[in-house]
């Protein structure tokens, strides 16, 4: 392994350390007697000599002693520029010099005098990150495991907590997203590394301490008070043959304080821009990733998405205009310091070949890739970790070759999926308060509690009676109660049933469950839901068991199902796409899975797709409008208007989120508007621009109707009762008002719709849950006028509030048939 | 839907600008309910339960509300002025004179109603004509026909509260 042995410096004092600490070990005779490994790394230096600026290398080299558990026990470290024939080597450590992140018993760190100052902290942070990763591959240890082993879990606190918030958000361990195809030359990695300093005033650091921890010095960074420390979490796409990385995602961000009381911030899309084309010499475009919230109230974001320049929008070079000053420099300086490391480490899981020196060009990836081994490249991490071919192509659901009837044969006679073993306990205190609020959020936008808990019963314990054209499904106990809940499952099991709709025990959920939506989302938001849902109170509640009717009964006929209509790829934004857009598409079609009740379904309840995506579908009887220009709404949705239905359930151009609508804005309420604005954004740009002016004239003509001529048209019994029951809280004028919205008949997307559902569920039911209580409250008429009366009244409304619509025929049945039905 | 019933525990509101609690309501329980049965202010009144009558109208942060269809939770965190918060007997507010003045009463029992609605129509507007009249109060039902007395009453308590300069103040 160590390649370069015969270069390393030899430091007397040093060598002496290492000696002593060899003889105490075999004295001691422990077990795991120390190992050893040194590696080299270069770094290109611009050096300054007069006003002759030269090109060299920084040589850095790491030499440990280790345990067989990858404990480091002694750490050297030398630094040097290339070209100084004699190195005169300097114990003493100068500001700007390496510091020591991690903890060793023995640690010696030498710096050439001369090198001090040309050697930026990003190479130190490189050599050492670079050498932690080989060494933890080489132990088959987790990279990030490692070092949380060398801090110290009281002292180390923040940079122990700032690993953990980057890690948990990158979905550090999960598998990487959307497999590339076995034969396509590009092969995927992911690395991580970290930097930072504590800072711990007024203490010179002696190199040579023996024994005794590190003390860090500063490098004057004028915050003080704050330790300082970054990780960051690399995806790369390598193509083995033409050698091109493409850096697909980002994820980096800065920690301060305290373990508990931390908090890790993002970095600007452009300060991930820059250091990313420092070390690969490409220019990408960096944007927050489409699974990041709160894109667009100003927070730098923590993840990224990268895409080549000039095919991406250009909106994230905004920042990138003004100057900075010499603090901000630094500080930037010191953020990018472990983006080398991290994308060397992420080459190395993608292909399996080390690159000690950046920078990462496409040339050198290419000749380096070539004289590699062809084994080493089959050895790569990543790509022992990848399930075979074959395995994929079965966990695809790829029986094909059959006609429609066979499927479900070749289902009821394959073997199913496996079942996946339970866990027994699951230590929540794992995942960071960030993490927690991350899964809140995910549940609160995809709505889990509104299908999972049953009505008056507890949040999440399931027993929701989901009644569909096939018969009534039962949602399941989603807390984490070992009988009767999720408490024994994995995150693997969790993973596979929100992606596959594949229960723990290997059985099919149905697809009332909105697996075919949840496929969508990202690695790291279904960890944060699963930390989210897994840390909640353990509810013990059996719900009562579905029972479809034969053949429906037959679990396994879902298989074919989802061979038919389940796409299971992850989104993928696109790159031609704000942000913005981006982020709105990723929460309807992801964890939003609006397309459930929105899109039409077919006649085995799959959504159709193409042109009838988000075109109108229903939802526990109630009609579920189109999204897509609905006709249905007198007045065109604008953008301003989806948001301020979105987010507070009343739209004035438009009317009230009720029925299913109702929980989902209460849910969305609680998100960052950012989101909810993204939503808007996302809807609205799948329908024609409208113009607000156009619409508010509309809107100021389609409110006032008259009544003129309609009570001898035969709707003198609708006009008194809407007279005297609706119009105090509905007419255009009178009254002294009262608590909540006014909404108007004549903007009303109810009234104006083909079918009736939804204005006679609200005559009957009224709302007595509103979406937000600022709406107000509608008491309900079932009890006051009886079928014919409803329909008159509803006749009335339509005749006078969408004159341009055909009047509803039969409306005393539908009045009746929805009384019948359980509410 | 799958909304979980509130939870019954004690609810506590700010009634006339005292804090009240009381135990053992759900918070879906009308706010009519709590004012008459628990508070014992029989101001307002129960009249039909679906809000069309106006006769149960209470003050929520200055919004003439219809206690009778609006849960009590929605009072929680916001001021409820009843009638008994214009005036007493012997202190009576103008609003409340000027109906014992103009004698716009017959069986009284939409009187409640009346006098809030007037109240949060003079505080927006202090000098309404005989049409904002009787737009604002349209949607107060009265069975006895008092209606040119009621709005009789209306411009003079506007008359009195522009004299007394109170109508900003009172409650």
């Known amino acids: 392994m160590n390649q370069n042995g015969d270069d390393v410096v030899a430091v007397r004092d040093d060598e002496r350390t290492l000696e002593s600490l060899r003889e105490q070990s075999v004295g001691n005779e422990k077990p795991g007697a120390a190992l050893y490994r040194s590696e080299r790394y270069q770094w290109p230096v611009r050096t300054q000599t007069g006003d002759a600026a030269a090109m060299t290398h920084a040589d850095l080299m790491v030499e440990t002693g280790h345990e067989r558990d990858g404990t480091m026990t002694t750490w050297q470290y030398r630094a040097r520029l290339e070209h100084n024939e004699v190195p005169a080597c300097d114990a003493g450590v100068e500001p700007g010099t390496p510091l020591l992140v991690y903890r060793h018993a023995q640690t010696s760190v030498a710096v050439e005098a001369s090198a001090a100052r040309a050697i930026p902290v990003q190479a130190h942070a490189f050599a050492r990150e670079s050498f932690i990763d080989e060494l933890a591959h080489a132990l088959h240890r987790d990279p990030v495991a490692l070092r949380l082993q060398h801090l110290d879990t009281q002292r180390d606190g923040g940079a122990r907590e700032t690993i953990r918030m980057v890690t948990e958000r990158a979905a550090w361990g999960g598998a990487l997203a959307a497999q590339v195809e076995p034969a396509s030359p590009w092969v995927r990695g992911r690395g991580f590394a970290f930097d930072g300093e504590a800072l711990e005033p007024g203490a010179p650091l002696s190199s040579d301490e023996k024994g005794s921890l590190p003390v860090r010095v500063t490098t004057g960074t004028p915050n003080p008070g704050a330790d300082s420390w970054t990780a960051w979490v690399v995806d790369v796409d390598v193509n083995r043959e033409t050698g091109d990385v493409a850096i697909r995602r980002v994820v980096a961000g800065r920690g301060s304080g305290e373990p508990g009381a931390a908090r890790v911030s993002g970095l600007p899309s452009w300060q991930v821009a820059d250091a990313v084309e420092r070390s690969t010499g490409v220019r990408f475009l960096a944007r927050s990733a489409h699974d990041e919230t709160g894109v667009g109230n100003g927070d730098a974001a923590v993840s990224h998405e990268l895409s080549v320049a000039g095919r991406a929008l250009n909106e994230s070079t905004a920042g990138t205009a003004r100057t900075l000053t010499s603090v901000e420099a630094d500080t930037i300086e010191r953020a990018a310091a472990p983006a080398a490391a991290a994308i060397a480490n992420a080459l190395f899981d993608a292909t399996g070949v080390r690159f000690r020196a950046p920078p990462f060009d496409a040339e050198r990836i290419r000749r380096a890739l070539a004289d590699a081994p062809s084994a080493t490249l089959a050895g790569a991490p990543a790509q022992m970790r990848r399930p075979s071919r074959w395995r994929r192509w079965l966990a695809g659901g790829g029986i094909g070759g059959v006609m429609g009837g066979l499927i479900g044969l070749a289902c009821s006679i394959l073997p199913g999926p496996a079942p996946i073993a339970p866990i027994s306990i699951i230590d929540t205190s794992l995942w960071s308060p960030a993490t927690l609020e991350r899964g809140r959020q995910i549940a609160a936008a995809g709505d889990c509690a509104v299908c999972h808990t049953a009505p008056g019963g507890k949040t999440n314990a399931g027993g929701f009676a989901l009644d569909t054209p096939f018969g009534t499904v039962y949602s399941t106990n989603l807390t984490p109660d070992a009988q009767t809940g999720i408490g024994t499952w994995s995150y693997e099991a969790f993973a596979r049933a929100m992606r596959e709709g594949i229960s723990r025990d290997g059985s099919h959920l149905y697809p009332a469950f909105p697996y075919t939506a949840f496929a969508r989302m990202s690695e790291s938001d279904m960890m944060a839901l699963y930390a989210y849902l897994m840390s909640q109170a353990p509810v013990r509640n059996a719900p009562p068991k579905t029972n479809l009717p034969f053949p429906l009964n037959q679990r396994r006929l879902v298989a074919g199902w989802n061979w038919l209509f389940h796409d299971t790829r992850p989104f993928v934004p696109d790159e031609t796409r704000s942000t913005q857009w981006n982020r709105g598409k990723y929460l309807v079609d992801g964890v939003g899975h609006c397309g459930a009740c929105h899109t039409p379904r077919n006649a085995i309840g799959a959504e159709k797709g193409g042109f009838a995506y988000l075109t109108g579908g229903s939802a526990e009887g109630w009609d579920a409008p189109s999204l897509v220009a609905s006709r249905a709404s007198p007045v065109p949705w604008s953008e301003a208007a989806l948001f301020d239905y979105l987010r507070t359930g009343f739209s004035a151009e438009h009317g009230v989120a009720a029925g299913p609508m109702a929980p989902v804005v209460a849910g969305l309420a609680t998100l960052p508007e950012s989101d909810v604005r993204a939503m808007a954004h996302y809807v609205a740009s799948l329908s024609p621009p409208v113009d607000a002016e156009v619409s508010a004239r509309a809107a100021a003509t389609r409110s006032i109707a008259t009544d003129a001529g309609l009570t001898t048209l035969g709707f003198e019994n609708g006009r008194r009762i809407f007279e005297a029951s609706c119009a105090v809280c509905h007419a255009e004028s009178g009254g002294v008002g009262h608590f909540g919205v006014r909404p108007l008949m004549g903007l009303n997307t109810s009234v104006a719709q083909a079918s009736p559902d939804n204005l006679l569920h609200v005559l009957q039911h009224g709302i007595d849950q509103p979406a937000t209580e600022s709406l107000g409250y509608m008491p309900g008429f079932g009890d006051v006028f009886d079928d014919k009366q409803m329909a008159e009244l509803a006749s009335y409304i339509r005749a006078r509030y969408a004159p341009g619509q055909p009047g509803w025929r039969d409306l005393e049945s539908a009045s009746a048939g929805l009384r019948s039905r359980a509410h | ?171």
């Open chain 2, 1 to 171: 839907m799958a909304h979980s019933s509130p939870p019954a525990g004690p609810l506590t509101l700010t009634v006339n600008g005292v804090r009240r609690t009381v135990q053992g309501a759900t918070t879906d329980t009308p706010l009519l309910y709590i004012l008459r049965n628990d508070f014992e202010l029989n101001g307002p009144k129960y009249g039909c339960g679906l809000g069309q009558c106006g006769a149960c109208t209470v003050i929520v942060d200055d919004q003439p509300t219809r206690s009778c269809v609006v849960p009590a939770s929605i009072a929680i965190g916001r001021e409820v002025t009843t009638l008994e918060g214009l005036g007493t007997a012997d202190a009576l507010h103008p609003v409340q004179r000027a109906f014992i003045d103009e004698q716009a009463a017959q069986c009284g029992y939409c009187l409640n109603g009346m006098i809030m609605s007037t109240k949060a129509l003079l505080d927006r507007n202090p000098e309404p004509d005989d049409d904002a009249i009787r737009d604002a109060l349209r949607f107060n039902l009265c069975r006895c026909g008092t209606h040119f007395e009621i709005v009789n009453a209306v411009r003079r308590a506007a008359q009195y509260l522009r004299h007394e300069g109170v109508h900003e103040s009172e409650r």
